[in-house]
Nanobody
């Protein structure tokens, strides 16, 4: 099973940018589809973005056009570039991996999770 460690969270102003990273170790990273999820206080964990083994990407409507997911298989890392941040983007962001070619939009579909990184966007 792959181990995941997120980094890059922090405090940003509305309209600003942050880049999250998720480093993977363990089994072959390129065999996994990857996803980013987020969870705000009192809310359920929700899908943000996903990337397949082959680089196909997908986004939640709330972040489409603002966030970009990418992967670097040579570095065993997946990234989430977040631009034009809004206060409603404030949440703990989680990286997840699933042994499949395709990403999924529901948390139970994923086999491994990181510990999460906090993102706070001030208005």
């Amino acid at each position: 099973q792959v181990q995941l460690v997120e980094s890059g969270g922090g405090l940003a102003q509305a309209g600003g940018s942050l880049r999250l990273s998720c480093a993977a170790s363990g089994r072959t990273f390129s065999s996994y589809a990857m996803g980013w999820f987020r969870q705000a206080p009192g809310q359920e964990r929700e899908f943000v973005a996903g990337i397949s083994r082959f680089g196909t990407t997908g986004y939640a409507d709330s972040v489409k056009g603002r966030f970009t997911i990418a992967r670097d298989n040579a570095k065993n890392t997946v990234y989430l570039q977040m631009n034009s941040l809004k206060p409603e983007d404030t949440a703990v962001y989680y990286c997840a991996a699933r042994i499949s070619g395709s990403y999924a939009t529901t948390p139970p579909a994923y086999n491994s999770w990181g510990q999460g990184t906090q993102v706070i966007v001030s208005s």
